[in-house]
């Protein structure tokens, strides 16, 4: 049986998206659309610190999430290669 999640973008990952070139909007935000359909994809890796928190790579970019009941909460979007993303968690 396949679950659909609501999917809640904080306001921090909101902005991430609108500086985003519009190819790497759209990759991001298929992915996005991909994780209502399956929360646990095979490239999720889960986040150190956080009980239901996980993280995902489309490109040179890291979605972080948690996954809560019924609901995917995506709080940070950002480079991976700086290990930006991950400051102020």
């Not at 902005?15 to 519009?22: S, T, Y």
């Not at 646990?40 to 890796?45: A, E, T």
């Not at 239901?52 to 490109?59: A, E, I, K, N, S």
């Amino acid at each position: 049986m396949n679950k659909t999640y609501f999917l809640q973008i904080d306001k921090v990952a909101i902005k991430a998206l609108d500086n985003l070139l519009l190819k790497i909007y759209k990759q991001v935000t298929m992915k996005l659309f991909l994780l209502q359909k399956n929360s646990f994809p095979q490239d999720c890796k889960k986040l150190q610190g956080y009980e239901r928190g996980y993280r995902v790579d489309q490109g040179e970019y890291r979605i972080l999430y948690m996954v809560e009941d019924d609901k995917i909460r995506v709080f940070k979007i950002g480079k991976r290669n700086d290990d930006e993303v991950y400051r102020n968690l």
